[in-house]
């Protein structure tokens, strides 16, 4: 069997995830802060995206009812024909083309320009089943032999070291810089790639997470001009992972997307950058729903050509996704039906992180032995905790890491499912976890409490 | 870039459907019968499923709405909540464990134990994005260096081809016996692998496909006694694709499952063997639903184990997909309120494709130089076709098979695009093409003729 597969490491349904289900199922109360996956965890779904969904799926027998419109608001049949047009006859049952269905592209299209006042093509857009399949088909096509490298930040999603590990190319660690608010500094980078050339890697692409994940920090544009002109420089694809672009919530951050900058950014012309964004995050939330897209700027025809041939082997992505991703970047307006709804619905949830985001580094921070970078987007904080010596060897002894040890404990005493540090990668000799803030406040807050009493027990037990 | 994806090929989206993509945009009339894609050319959903699909999508808004009722059938609400129950209170929004919801795994064993009469388990279930991506997953984490290899059917569906290529593996050819319905004997398959070993391959796979794609047979029970034999002696592991089991129209035959013929063939106890299925095929040709299923049967716990954290990575196959899989396994019985409809619809496909598939087969045969095997199950003939001297000459000029040539050819004169033969893989010296029965009686039926006229303009244009 494959011992590519065999090395994969993915932390976020790992070991403690597997002792969390099995604590569950024995009847024990679990607070999955774990993943990104708000929906189960009380988060509801927006109504508008939802009554589009269903009625596209009923086709014919859904528009053409007579009934529809007590289901149904006008805004959504009309949205609802739309999408019908745009799948032709065949509706929501068929294989779309290969990089999704034309006028879904153009939806995503216009909503780039929108965004980042920059043209933006359909013909650059493939529509995929999450960011993780778009990234996955990248990582694929770029990397030919093991010493083609992919720099990626430490801490990271461990999506881009399982794969790197599954094609068996080189990962490159560049660390992010923990004191000033996860930074990438322009010495690092330059660094790690020269020490990568002496070992005879041929970097191929860079990873950024922007907004940060399992981090939390919002790079802002100088952040994002060394990186460009970094890879600028150096002809390296810049792989923008923007998945949380919605999810910003310090009131003096942005997000800026990485094609934005490098566009205004001078030596930046040619900058080669494949950005991805997903209906999983966001407000949406939408998970199940296996919807996203990525958008492929100043890449090399026949490599497009490429990753054209890798999607037409799966044929398409989920046409439910594609539509998923057509709603999110083209919402309801003002004046239509649902448009007061979907504000109501969505700002409930935009406030209801930013409350959490800001309750849950505040609380950790609080806790000796604790310190929280803060939270200012996507949807996590990666708090660094101090471990003692004892604790430190008796985690050895049992054969884990020691922030392992740590978040174990933590479930078993709380119930709180949380990642292990280690598991995103981190300097040596640090020790911490991610945790989410999706649950609803009713379940965080007092949860907050729980990671500070767990935290003085533990320190307790195992005082140096 | 990587050389293994450059190497890949994928024939059914290739170089002839990118013409007919381009003359349809110029106005022409394009007769699609270049893949499996049903509700592209016409075929109708099922009702029912689209019904249940919408319901479990529209969540409490849907299920507590005082007028559901107006728009969704009784037993579809009951069905809705029974789905509501299996995902949780996340519903369709959320991602699911990485195999998939254990609900909707129970419907696949209990369908699986019906249809084969001997116990299958949830636990050896993975739900998965169409039966592709269980495909790739598998043959993933199966092959490991460039001299593992797995056998394939020739002609074979070309998605086998394309992922060795791409996961740099080799395919070890077993020709399927043309004059003998396209069975594979025994002696071929013996020869193959003592090849094989000799130039120091490890076969670590064989895969059938059974109905057959592009060929169109349905295999015997002794045809799969010896397939299982050979597998099972050699320590290979049988990978079944049978995404067809629900498409067999020669009134003599029914489908078998491997599984069902392994563990009713003395010696075959041990065989390692995992099925595919899927809800692109069947009559429901739920293509953009993304939906399917693979079946674990004596696989090694390590390798499963990999197989999961493979599929962890992706998170989990699209829930849609995953709740179409368990009405294609559990669809309305006889007393729920929507039985009747969807038996007529059912049906109605059933009655259609068979129709159809008899006067494909009827009509090329009476061509002289056409010569086609039934169709027994599947949606797809394979004839062969009679080439002049002449037009292999003139297409080697052209730098194109003979094939390729004559799809080509017959896509300028007639507007009807299938898949040259070539692109499945064939004896040398034999021509053909793939083309699908699934256009509407009232375009396929004239397209019969058009065949015919374009083989008789084709071969005078060449004749030697």
Chains 1, 2 share one sequence.
Request: proline share 5%; charged share 20%; with cysteine.
């Amino acid at each position: 069997m494959s011992q590519a597969v065999r090395k994969m490491q993915y932390a976020v349904r790992g070991q403690i995830v597997m002792m969390a289900d099995k604590l569950q199922a024995q009847g024990k109360d679990i607070i999955f802060t774990n993943i990104g996956n708000p929906q189960a965890v009380g988060q509801r779904p927006i109504t508008y995206f939802r009554q589009v969904l269903a009625l596209t799926d009923l086709g014919d027998y859904g528009l053409d009812h007579p009934e529809v419109n007590t289901m149904f608001p006008v805004d959504v049949v009309e949205r609802a024909r739309k999408i019908r047009e745009i799948l032709g006859d065949s509706g929501t049952g068929a294989y779309t083309g290969s990089q999704g269905a034309l006028g879904f592209r153009k939806d995503v299209a216009e909503f780039l320009e929108k965004r980042d006042g920059h043209p933006a093509y359909p013909g650059n857009i493939f529509l995929s089943n999450g960011a993780s399949s778009a990234i996955e088909s990248v990582l694929t096509t770029i990397m030919s032999t093991e010493l083609d490298g992919v720099m990626v930040p430490i801490p990271q999603y461990p999506l881009y070291s399982a794969l790197i590990a599954k094609l068996t190319g080189t990962q490159v660690d560049y660390y992010l810089d923990e004191e000033n608010n996860w930074a990438a500094s322009k010495q690092t980078l330059e660094e790690e790639l020269k020490k990568s050339i002496l070992d005879g890697v041929d970097v191929k692409a860079l990873v950024i997470i922007n907004p940060g994940n399992p981090t939390g920090q919002v790079s802002n544009r100088q952040e994002l001009e060394v990186i460009c002109k970094f890879c600028s420089d150096n002809g390296i694809v810049l792989l923008a992972d923007e998945v949380y672009q919605r999810n910003v919530y310090a009131p003096d951050k942005e997000f800026l997307s990485a094609k934005k900058v490098a566009l205004e950014t001078s030596g930046c012309e040619h900058l080669q950058l494949i950005s991805f964004h997903s209906t999983s995050k966001g407000l949406i939330g939408e998970c199940g729903r296996r919807g996203g897209y990525m958008e492929l700027h100043n890449i090399d025809g026949y490599v497009q050509s490429q990753l054209f041939k890798l999607a037409s082997c799966s044929l398409c992505s989920t046409v439910s996704g594609q539509i998923m991703t057509s709603l999110m970047v083209n919402p309801p307006q003002p004046g239509d039906d649902s448009y007061e709804l979907f504000q109501k619905e969505e700002n409930g949830i935009f406030e209801g992180l930013k409350r959490r985001s800001k309750a849950v580094v505040e609380g950790l921070n609080k806790v000796d032995g604790i310190n929280c970078n803060p939270a200012e987007g996507a949807m996590y904080v990666f708090p660094k905790v101090e471990l003692s010596k004892k604790a430190i060897a008796y985690a050895e002894e049992q054969d884990m890491t020691p922030d392992t040890l740590y978040c174990m404990s933590l479930l078993e005493e709380t119930g709180i499912c949380v990642v292990p540090g280690s598991g995103f990668g981190q300097k040596e000799g640090r020790y911490g976890f991610r945790t989410t803030f999706l649950p609803p406040d009713e379940q965080m807050i007092p949860a907050i409490e729980l990671f500070a009493s767990h935290h003085r027990d533990f320190s307790a037990k195992f005082a140096d």
